[in-house]
């Protein structure tokens, strides 16, 4: 289960990718989305952003906009704003990219595997019939079968969609 080849991975290696400053869950500026940080979306209450080091394609993180490390510091309308979020992103995967299930969850503190663990963000990994991952999930990095970016262009459009959908 070692790191296969994973171009965005290397270019992260190599120290050539942006770097992002900060908590990754806060993205810097106000922008809606944004490819460089692999931020698909984002309103009031939460952001979806593409995991840069991804267990299968499409694996998206979606963390509330403040600042909090666990499940039991939401208020309650926190709770249903990230639930709706991970509800409606799971839909969008399902229809983007044919997945056939999905992992969905959390790591809450270090000892749970949280790679940050000081703002609660969801994980959810798209699965599907054929694939040969027997998942240790949220474990180590696999094969992508399609490169990152393509994966951000394809998944942009409904995610802008949602935002016009909840402006509205
Ligand atoms: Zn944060």
Request: aromatic share 8%.
């Amino acid at each position: 289960m070692k790191t296969l080849m994973t171009p965005w991975r290397m270019e992260h290696v190599e120290g050539k990718a942006e770097k992002i400053s900060g908590c990754l869950f806060e993205p810097p500026g106000t922008a809606s989305f944004d490819k460089n940080l692999l931020l698909l979306y984002r309103d009031h209450a939460n952001v979806v952003l593409l995991n840069r080091f991804p267990y299968t394609n499409g694996h998206l993180l979606i963390a509330p906009i403040r600042h909090i490390a666990c499940i039991t510091e939401l208020t309650s309308p926190e709770q249903a704003e990230l639930m709706e979020m991970v509800t409606k992103a799971t839909q969008i995967l399902r229809e983007q990219l044919q997945a056939d299930g999905f992992n969905v969850g959390c790591n809450l503190g270090k000892v749970a595997g949280a790679g940050i663990a000081d703002h609660l963000h969801f994980h959810i990994v798209p699965r599907w019939e054929d694939d040969h991952n027997f998942m240790t999930v949220l474990a180590e990095v696999r094969t992508i079968p399609e490169h990152i970016l393509k994966t951000f262009d394809k998944l942009l459009p409904p995610f802008q969609e949602l935002l016009a959908d909840t402006n509205n």
